[in-house]
């Protein structure tokens, strides 16, 4: 089909309120809204302002009084345990009405904070849902994390209850999630009212005192009193989640999601980016604690009255480099999302893609790749052994919804390896230099989106108006910065480069390389540290930090090295994968004093790099090289 993205984008860009007021009527409203957006209100202004709803009714119960009901709403696999399970939308509801009534019972509503720390399981699903039919405002913290990180977001949001697993599973590993929940707690000055506990037969988890209450046992207990539990009506601009991501420094920003903005562009999205029917089969191949996880795994496929997947295992391991193509035969799966580093994984266990013959692909329409950069290669790869689309995207988790693609739904427009294509309607999106001058096309620079942000775009962060100023809008004024930085070509194709803070992307996971720098810093003998982002075959980037060590510190620095890795480890998570660490006797700097992390990357890189004109002594980097030579880094 000829693609209608431009006529589509061009009527979004004359009309953006009316364009957004049509696509509102895509989902249903206690109130529908007469303002779509209120310039006034919030840090930049809020969507739909006078309009009501509530996201669980529109996820779970419009579609049971519609007649899709009897649809398999959610599809559970999990080759790490064995089991699978398929909910209706009829069956969701009652689980999500039970939750919902449990977490009733403990004391939560509207507005009150609820931190979710489970692993890819369905009770996740409902606990998310169930808050959002309370009104109450989810933060679903990702398993890879340590006791560290989830007493930072438990205190940062006040969280009034925490819903947990026992444990967590990653292949030849239980990863017990109890004793990290408690650990955080105890780290943490404010402390949850309850824990409610899933327990998993794989490891279960002694409850304590009056504080952990155990979850199936509650739910059984709701689903026999039977108590209705309805949606509660809610402003459009209500919280619907908090979602911690990595920022420029230990302390991470609490994106914040509203209700009505964020269903329109997610129900926008499914139909005429993803181009998925109600009733299809949709698989995000993410996890529920990342913005990929909330938007396609939960809301978007069920807001669609889409089926969704929800996949406990890996791309490869679980048991084999075929496992995604099982899922796809059995599931008959339409449409497939992930991130370009599973694929690399898949690759590098199956090169030829031979273990894709064994499978009947051909429900299979298009697979669509995002979270970090998908180098040409590895899509191409994808293409040829898949023999369908394959849609690089680009967004982040401020933005919720895609900034750029190629919309399947409105019909593909030509591809571009190594371009995520055009901005969708609601971006405009800007190229500018340092001082917030447009650059044409083809040069390089700051790529900024012009305010305001459209539906499901983050209005601000939890608690943090002025940090989300500083962060977000004040440097180039009348935008929003994403700290990408690239390039829009000659034919409005947006190509996505680096970034332009300490961010790096580790398996498609956003870590700060600064809080790695943090807890290297906090290491006694250490005296002074930089984590540098290094190129990875399989996970595309990986820390690699780099320790001088204080003067008379004796012992070997082969040790404190492990030390500073299993430092880390504890503290931000495995999900960091810092596993690299040198110890050097100097770091290099400029003459004012600032180190010189993108040289020393490129050396690691064995990228070509120039000798910094403003370097304190050049030969700092010769024994940097050196130092990584030694690990068999770099030249
Ligand atoms: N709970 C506890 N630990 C977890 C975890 C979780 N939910 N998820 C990951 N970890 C651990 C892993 O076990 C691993 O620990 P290890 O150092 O002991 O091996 C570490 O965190 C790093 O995990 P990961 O980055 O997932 O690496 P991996 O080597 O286990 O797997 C891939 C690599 C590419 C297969 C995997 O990252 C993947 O499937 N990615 C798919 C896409 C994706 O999820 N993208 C996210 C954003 S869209
Ligand atoms: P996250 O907030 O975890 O989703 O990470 C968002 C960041 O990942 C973006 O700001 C980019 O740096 C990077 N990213 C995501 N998708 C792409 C893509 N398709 N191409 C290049 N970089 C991407």
Known sequence: MASTYAAVYARWKSEPS????????????????????????????????????????????????????????????????????????????????????????????????????????????????????????????????????LATRIEDCKAKVVVAASCGIEPGRIVAYKPLLDAAIDLAVHKPEHCLILQRPELEAPLSGERDVDFALSVAAAKRAGRPVSCVPLPATDPLYILYTSGTTGQPKGVLRDNGGYMVALAWSMKHFYGVAPGEVFWTASDIGWVVGHSYIVYGPLLNGSTTVLYEGKPVGTPDAGACWRVVQEHGVRVMFTAPTAFRAIRREDPEGALVAGYDLSSLRCLFLAGERADPDTLQWAERVLGIPVIDHWWQTETGWPMAGNPLGLGLLPVKHGSPSVPLPGYHIDVVDDAGHPVGPGTLGNIVVRLPLPPGCLPTFWNADERFHTTCLAEFPGYYKTADAGYIDE?????????????????????????????????????????????????????????????????????????????????????????????????????????????????????????????????????????????????
Not at 588 to 604: C, D, E, N, Y
């Open 491 to 635: 034919d409005g194709y947006v190509f996505i480069m680096a970034r332009t803070d300490d961010i790096i992307n580790v398996a498609g996971h956003r870590l700060s390389t600064g809080a790695m720098e943090e807890v290297c810093a906090s290491h006694p003998d250490v005296a002074e540290c930089a984590v540098v982002g290094i190129a990875d075959t399989v996970k595309g980037q990986i820390p690699a930090g780099f320790l001088v060590l204080n003067s008379g510190v004796s012992r070997e620095s082969s040790l404190i090295e492990q030390e500073v890795v299993t430092l880390v480890r504890e503290r931000i998570g495995p999900v960091a994968a810092f596993k690299t660490v040198v110890c050097v006797k100097r770091l290099p700097k400029t003459r004012s004093g600032k180190i010189l992390r993108g040289t020393m990357q490129k050396i690691a890189d064995r990228e070509a790099w120039k000798m910094p004109a403003t370097i304190d002594d050049p030969t700092i980097l010769d024994e940097i090289r050196e130092a990584l030579q030694a690990r068999g880094i770099g030249i």
């Open 18 to 149: 009316v364009f957004w007021s049509e696509a509102a009527a895509a989902i249903d409203w206690f109130k529908a809204p007469d303002i779509a957006f209120d310039g006034q209100r919030g840090v930049y202004g809020h969507w739909f302002p006078d309009g009501e709803t509530n996201t669980c009714y529109n996820c779970l119960d419009r579609h049971v009084a519609g007649g899709r009901g009897e649809q398999t709403a959610l599809i559970y696999d999990s080759p790490v345990t064995g089991r699978k399970q398929r909910f209706t939308y009829r069956e969701m509801l009652t689980e999500v009405e039970a939750v919902a009534a449990v977490l009733a019972d403990l004391g939560v509503g509207r507005g009150d904070r609820v931190i979710i720390y489970m692993p890819m399981v369905p009770e996740a699903v409902f606990a998310m849902l169930a808050c959002a039919r309370l009104g109450a405002v989810h933060s679903v913290v990702f398993g890879g994390f340590a006791a560290h990180e």
